[in-house]
């Protein structure tokens, strides 16, 4: 079983940063990519990033390349980390981290991934 754990969301203006942590735990010898996917309500899940079970390789969506980095430690935490800055009104939503088991490249589907952590709310203000 595998466990991912996210922390770090909060309420900011816009322009400032937050940076999230999602910690896994459990079978963590099996994770391979980890992604952080959003949602708002009434909306479906929104992939926002993910990085290979290497660290090697990063996917971002369009709307945060630039602003959000995606990094990974898995040598000491096995914590995968979103550095979010420059936040906007928009990005305010529920930030889930997922792991899978089966991809080592960071799919962009939720449906890809096996594990779910329960989310950590982020909001900005204008």
């Known amino acids: 079983q595998v466990q991912p754990v996210e922390s770090g969301g909060g309420l900011v203006q816009a322009g400032a940063s937050l940076r999230l942590s999602c910690a896994v735990s459990?079978?963590?010898?099996?994770?391979?990519?980890v992604g952080w996917f959003r949602q708002v309500p009434g909306k479906d899940r929104e992939f926002v990033a993910g990085?290979?079970?290497?660290?090697?390789?990063?996917?971002y969506a369009d709307s945060v390349k630039g602003r959000f980095t995606i990094s990974r430690d898995n040598v000491v935490k096995n914590t995968v980390y979103l550095q979010m800055d420059n936040l906007k009104p928009e990005d305010t939503a529920v930030y889930y981290c997922?792991?899978?088991?089966?991809?080592?490249?960071?799919?962009?589907?939720?449906?890809?991934?096996?594990?779910w952590g329960q989310g950590t709310q982020v909001t900005v203000s204008s």
């Open positions: 990085i290979s079970g290497s660290g090697s390789r990063t996917e």
């Open positions: 997922a792991a899978t088991l089966s991809w080592a490249r960071p799919p962009t589907r939720s449906s890809n991934y096996d594990y």
């Open positions: 459990g079978r963590t010898v099996s994770v391979n990519a």
